[in-house]
């Protein structure tokens, strides 16, 4: 009896220096989000910035990034605001998120500040080397992944607050995606959406795991049950069953599996959904081993850094998947990745590549992570800390 004692004691001091580290946290990153909402003059609609800090490529790109509000970042804020508690903060971002779904479609991103017009102005600055207000194709576009994001964190508004404009914002976002984006070529579901600018946008033909997941969950809790089903189906055929991972989604014919490239969400989102089949829970383990790197996951599978936004997602599966002490391990990584100014790095390392391009029009794999302050790995971060799970009512 005693050595069982001991051995139990010992146990837990092992484990003691993660657990610490988890209401630490999540008191962090939900007074960081707190607070960068706070900071935006006046009580109205407002988008927080994605990134702080400078970066990118070149002059172009950084301009692109410094006023950039995106959807997908600030609909994991909501999120991640309400399950700290802080409602009226949760709001602001909401409200603008809904004077967003009033013109369809949801873009991707949006100007960082106040808003006061519905919809609210796309992300733009002046070039001062072309003598023109400029805006990027890719934010003035609309991927259904983030028309779907915004839908799901209206939901959490309207499931918290019972009030149901919040509701009706989540059903136009649906409304849009199942109306311009369901097809039913190959294992069916719905592609990318739109890339470009309002007077010529470029359809994205290709379909995404990770797109088809998120709007799984949105159907799912308007009760949407044929488009459901359409976008489970397609999350289900990309199950590998002889790799024990998911694929990334399709080639843009929307038929040829894309067997090339890696993506982590791919492997993670899909076990956060409701009745997901335990046989997906392989591809965990698959991910561990080709996308794991020293105290986390990288993006995809050249295993060049850290992304902590992904690891992020990791401890959340953990903890769904009854692994509390793995998920207690992933945290207290992250926990060391707060930056000066309280959200999270993006990196750990300088630079994390994914092997995907932003646009149509791209000519290499330029969608990079670099070591930056980034809102959506500090709401990730705080969803993981607190257990709560975007893609089921909480």
Known sequence: MRRTLVLALMTLLSLAPARAEMPALAAASCAALSQRVDAIAGSGPAFL?????????????EAALVGAAF????????????ACGRDAQAKRIGEALLAASA???????????????????????????????????????SATGNVAWAGLALLALAERTGDDRWRGGARRAAGWVASHAADGKGAGGFTGGLFGYAAAPQPLTWKSTEHNTD?????????????????????????????????????????????RLVGLDAQLWPQLLAKAPPEWRRAVATAERTQGVPGGFDFNDDRDGLWVEGTAQAALVYRQLGR??????????????????GYLWATRESRVTTGLAIGPDSTSADFVY???????????AALAALGWNPFQAN
Do not use: C, K
């Open 103 to 141: 013109a369809e479609p949801i873009r991707n991103a949006y100007r960082a500040g106040p808003q006061a017009e519905t919809p609210p102005p796309p992300n733009g600055w002046w070039s001062v080397a072309e003598g023109r207000w400029a805006e990027d194709p890719y934010q003035v576009g």
């Open 370 to 380: 670099e070591r930056r302050p980034h809102l959506g790995a500090t709401a990730w």
């Open 215 to 259: 709007l799984a969950s949105l159907f799912g809790r308007l009760g949407w049950r044929r488009q459901e089903d359409n976008a489970r189906a397609f999350v289900a055929a990309m199950w590998d069953g002889s790799a024990g991972r998911f694929l990334v989604g399709t080639l843009p014919d929307g038929v040829t599996p894309n067997r």
């Open 71 to 82: 959807t997908y970042d600030n609909s994991l804020a909501v999120m991640a605001l309400l």
């Open 324 to 341: 509390p002490a793995d998920a207690d391990r992933l945290l207290a990584v992250i926990a060391g990745q707060v930056s000066p100014g």
């Open 49 to 61: 910035r994605s990134w702080d800090g400078r970066g990118g490529s070149g002059p172009a790109e």
